[in-house]
């Protein structure tokens, strides 16, 4: 089981958490589905919980922070300094929606949109240093940004973190993104009813078992279950109409930054 419990170089995917509108509901749906354990949930901080996998953690669940949003997950990306990130963030364009903001003892985080209004985050890690298992089932595997302007959006994430992108061959202008070491995620254009921005890839043991489980937790499929170069994927949502996908990746295969 890969595991890390040190703190991901500045500019990698780090952390995911959920944002749910019926907190109780979307523990029952993810806990069934990914196999979760909860951890937290302390009022101090407003309820947030860790998702564990096997007593690591994997992922965060809370309250949405404005009643008024649309429930869904958010990624974020480590920084050694939140602050400086947050003003490179808007001398290229982006937004800062929340300003860096310290989460007691555990860190420093920020929320920002690009200049195309996808969210993301940033995590500065104090004793939370992110999820600490990975591409394994229950846990991220991908995270990719699906965005109107591409090439604006290479531009944009470049300036911030200090991306290089290349291109996936034969795959519509798809392309990965990377510190000048394995990829670490992929961006490609937006396509009508797929969903927009930044979403996570969780990794699961069966794709068929995955997708029942989400239609028979109120969830539905909005691409079905296909073969990739890299193992079996589907697209859904969750009975609020939040999307991620999943994926079955054969046993000693590794997806690419993995």
């Given at each position: ?148 302007d591409p090439a604006a959006a290479r531009n944009f994430y470049a300036a911030v973190f200090g991306f290089f992108f290349a291109e996936v061959p034969g795959a519509e ?25 930044w979403t996570a890839c969780f990794a699961v043991a069966s794709t068929g078992d995955a997708v029942a489980t989400v239609e028979a937790g109120g969830g539905k499929v ?37």
């Amino acid at each position: 089981m890969p595991t890390r419990n040190t703190p991901w170089p500045a500019g990698t995917p780090c952390w995911i958490d959920y944002g749910a509108a019926e907190i109780d509901a979307a523990k029952d749906f993810y806990g069934r589905l990914f196999d979760w354990q909860f951890t937290g949930g302390d009022p101090e901080y407003g309820g947030y919980l860790n998702a564990t996998r096997n007593g690591e953690q994997a992922a965060g669940l809370g309250p949405l922070m404005n009643p008024g949003d649309a429930p869904g997950w958010t990624t974020y990306f480590a920084t050694d300094d939140a602050a400086a990130t947050a003003a490179r963030i808007r001398e290229a364009g982006g937004t800062v929606v929340v300003e860096p903001m310290e989460v007691g003892p555990f860190g420093t985080m920020v929320i920002a949109a690009d200049p195309q209004g996808n969210a993301f985050g940033l995590w500065q890690s104090g004793q939370h240093t992110g999820y600490r298992v990975f591409n394994e089932p229950g846990s991220l595997v991908w995270s990719e940004a699906a965005v109107d302007d591409p090439a604006a959006a290479r531009n944009f994430y470049a300036a911030v973190f200090g991306f290089f992108f290349a291109e996936v061959p034969g795959a519509e202008g798809y392309t990965t993104f990377a510190l000048g070491g394995d990829p670490l995620g992929g961006l490609g254009g937006h396509q009508p009813g797929s969903p927009k921005g930044w979403t996570a890839c969780f990794a699961v043991a069966s794709t068929g078992d995955a997708v029942a489980t989400v239609e028979a937790g109120g969830g539905k499929v909005t691409m079905a279950p296909m073969d990739t170069e890299y193992g079996r994927f589907a697209v859904v949502e969750d009975p609020w109409a939040a999307p991620f996908s999943v994926m079955q990746v054969p046993e000693g295969m590794q997806v690419p930054g993995s």
